[in-house]
T-cell receptor
Framework: EDQVTQSPEALRLQEGESSSLNCSYT??????LFWYRQDPGKGPEFLFT???AGEEKEKERLKATLTKKESFLHITAPKPEDSATYLC????????????FGGGTRLMVKP | GAVVSQHPSWVICKSGTSVKIECRSL??????MFWYRQFPKQSLMLMAT?????????EQGVEKDKFLINHASLTLSTLTVTSAHPEDSSFYIC?????????FGPGTRLLVL
């Protein structure tokens, strides 16, 4: 059974204080690992897809990395507008486009 | 590109009535769409996979007679919550994929009184 575990569940940062969110996974044949951002009362917004170990992708203050067991979402010098829940999901090779989600990390950035 | 819409964005209904939620892919065709529900401070829970032109595939524990899914075209899937009860109150979100990435709609908040 595919499993995704995100840590920490919640993270409070001061503006400018860089940190990382973790996503550990077990999956039968990883097809892709996805990061989404979700604001309260809204649907998840796509951020990144990572396909193979060693791959990295960046977007503004966010950088996602992937190993064979986990992915990290690094947030550099965060701003209050980065406050959101960040969701990690995996797609198995034999599951079509179906995603298995982690529990999410609620990030709060204080000014 | 890859925009998914949902309608309505929120709905309040009386217990025992049925509610229909629409999910549309606006700029691509989707043979498969997914329906999720989300409780406060929890992650997304997959309810069912909606397949264009065929029956939906429901996850274990999801009542197919209560949550009716119709995927009549390549851009539209509907979820009908039949005989809704207060415990059905939740945030319902759909997603669709032009390729392997799922793009999510804005969600529908359902409140059953």
């Amino acid at each position: 059974e595919d499993q995704v575990t995100q840590s920490p569940e919640a993270l409070r940062l001061q503006e400018g204080e860089s940190s990382s969110l973790n996503c550990s996974y077990t999956v039968s044949g990883l097809r892709g690992l996805f990061w989404y951002r979700q604001d309260p009362g809204k649907g998840p917004e796509f951020l990144f897809t990572l396909y193979s170990a060693g791959e990295e992708k960046e977007k503004e203050r966010l950088k996602a990395t992937l190993t064979k067991k986990e992915s990290f979402l690094h947030i550099t010098a965060p701003k209050p507008e980065d406050s959101a829940t960040y969701l990690c999901a995996v797609q198995a090779g034999n599951a079509g486009n179906m995603l298995t989600f982690g529990g999410g990390t609620r990030l709060m950035v204080k000014p | 590109g890859a925009v998914v819409s949902q309608h309505p964005s929120w709905v309040i209904c009386k217990s025992g009535t049925s509610v229909k939620i629409e999910c549309r892919s606006l700029d691509f065709q989707a043979t498969t769409m997914f329906w999720y529900r989300q409780f406060p401070k929890q992650s997304l829970m997959l309810m069912a996979t909606s397949n264009e032109g065929s029956k939906a595939t429901y996850e274990q524990g999801v009542e197919k007679d209560k949550f009716l899914i119709n995927h009549a075209s390549l851009t539209l899937s509907t979820l009908t919550v039949t005989s809704a009860h207060p415990e059905d109150s939740s945030f319902y979100i759909c997603s669709a994929s032009p390729q392997e990435t799922q793009y999510f709609g804005p969600g529908t908040r359902l409140l059953v009184l």
